[in-house]
């Protein structure tokens, strides 16, 4: 089976998570091949379609899986072949995305939804799944807090609380993490922004700090969560995305009200929890490994293709 995978293509590449998703993919006998979209605006996304007919005429994909909205409805004004297209919060979140990200669900022959959040909100009628991305516990090493904290120049005696996210970015609501963390009045307890490090650095930093703070104003399955699990640290979080699902039967993880009192409350109790979570075999047992999604991915192109 040949699928041609459409996202967009930063400065930076892929996002991580499309990446792993097609190795994953590749490793079950799946041949894609990646489409970038580089340009910005429906102006810019309308002036790669011809680029894509001819990508799509000379590949002969069984199936387009198009990551994000906007990429789903530029997969679907080619008719030629199936478009499975999966949302991710924001093309859902954000209302005139969602307009957009609407039409993308009508055309598309079967829609991926991450969070069932952004389901109640798209609403959509049928040919749709609930299938958050996946992460390969393999890039999450066990290692020891000490030994993490030696390696990311931490101070042994601080209590970190890792702000989930880049303080510049506005829909992670930086100023409510920081107005929690300040209710602690704890000189001690220091919020880490996480910006700028590498995949192995944000394992080591999960594995120093004492906690994740999430208090983002919208989400639709975010992956730090995933990745906080896999590295048994603590978490906590306002109600967004999927959050309070991934955490429900994890201990040291907390999910609470949009509200700095409560947040702090959380994180203290969080801080003072002093131990590795299960999040790790949560992520096994909710089948949210690469692996694990990549099967689930297969059997849609396999129902779509046989529809055709």
């Not at 967004?240 to 040291?252: P, T």
Request: aromatic letters at 6%; a positive charge; proline letters at 4%.
């Amino acid at each position: 089976m040949r699928v041609l995978i459409i996202a967009r293509y930063k400065e930076r590449g892929f996002a991580p998570f499309v990446t792993e998703q097609v190795a994953a993919l590749e490793k079950t006998g799946v041949e894609c091949r990646c489409f970038p979209v580089r340009s910005k605006g429906i102006t810019g996304y309308l002036k790669q379609l011809p680029e894509l007919r001819r990508v799509i005429k000379e590949f002969k994909p069984d199936v387009v899986h198009a990551h994000y909205g906007l990429c789903g409805l530029l997969a679907n004004l080619q008719r030629r072949k199936p478009v499975v297209t999966t949302y991710h919060g924001s093309d859902i979140n954000e209302k005139p995305v969602l307009r957009l990200s609407k039409i993308a669900i009508r055309l598309s022959a079967y829609n991926v939804f991450v969070s069932q959040k952004i389901i109640d909100i798209a609403k959509p009628k049928n040919n749709y799944a609930l299938i958050p991305c996946g992460i390969n516990l393999d890039d999450y090493p066990i290692v020891e807090k000490a030994e993490a904290r030696v390696q990311m120049g931490l101070q042994p005696d601080k209590k970190y609380v890792l702000f989930a996210g880049a303080y510049d970015n506005t829909v992670k609501n930086a100023p409510l993490a920081k107005a929690t963390v300040a209710l602690l009045n704890d000189e001690n307890v220091q919020l880490l922004e996480l910006k700028g490090y590498t995949r192995q650095q944000v394992a080591l930093l999960m594995q120093a700090a004492d906690a994740l703070l999430m208090t983002s104003v919208t989400e639709g399955s975010p992956q730090v969560i995933k990745e906080a699990l896999a590295c048994g640290c603590p978490i906590v979080s306002v109600d967004v995305g999927d959050v309070k699902e991934r955490v429900k039967d994890v201990e040291g993880c907390l999910v609470t009200e949009r509200d700095a009192d409560k947040l702090a409350l959380a994180l203290k109790n969080a801080l003072s929890y002093g131990r590795r979570t299960n999040g790790r075999d949560a992520i096994t047992h909710d089948g949210l490994t690469n692996d694990a999604i990549a099967l689930k991915l297969k059997n849609i192109y396999s129902v779509v293709t046989a529809n055709r």
